[in-house]
């Protein structure tokens, strides 16, 4: 990484927001795109591409919310299922009751580092 390339910053306000969403007796829900490679979310609740997760502690057990992705172990119909969850695939997260949170953009791939190939130009303009 070079020094002025900075990591996602997604991951710290997902964190942010949850302990927010959690610590005002809300439910956090976060919307995901289901078609993200790596998601592992049961494909029976995908509707349009994208699945609503609710991440409160009462709703999952192990819920790792990592800088990598979220993962955490869910019932759907009563089968006990493990999710997996890209943090760029993670579209927003907030609060069921208010729908108080943040939706995210679509993640960019890191613009090509300057130092490497070719060298920036600039030119006079008059």
Do not use: H
């Not at 049961?42 to 609710?54: E, F, H, T």
């Not at 791939?109 to 060298?119: A, I, M, T």
Request: aromatic share 8%.
């Amino acid at each position: 990484m070079s020094v002025n390339a900075m990591s996602s910053s997604r991951p710290y306000v997902v964190r942010a927001l949850y302990d927010w969403i959690v610590d005002n007796d809300c439910t956090p829900y976060v919307l995901v795109d289901a078609t993200a490679e790596g998601v592992v979310v049961p494909r029976q609740y995908i509707k349009n591409g994208q699945i609503v997760l609710n991440i409160s502690p009462s709703a999952v057990m192990d819920l790792m919310l990592e800088n990598a992705a979220m993962q955490f172990n869910a019932r759907f119909g009563g089968v006990p299922t493990q999710i997996y969850v890209p943090m760029s695939a993670v579209l927003g997260i907030y609060a069921r009751e208010n729908g108080q949170g943040m939706l995210f953009d679509a993640e960019q791939p890191s613009p090509p580092d300057p130092s490497k190939g070719s060298r920036p130009s600039l030119k006079v303009v008059k």
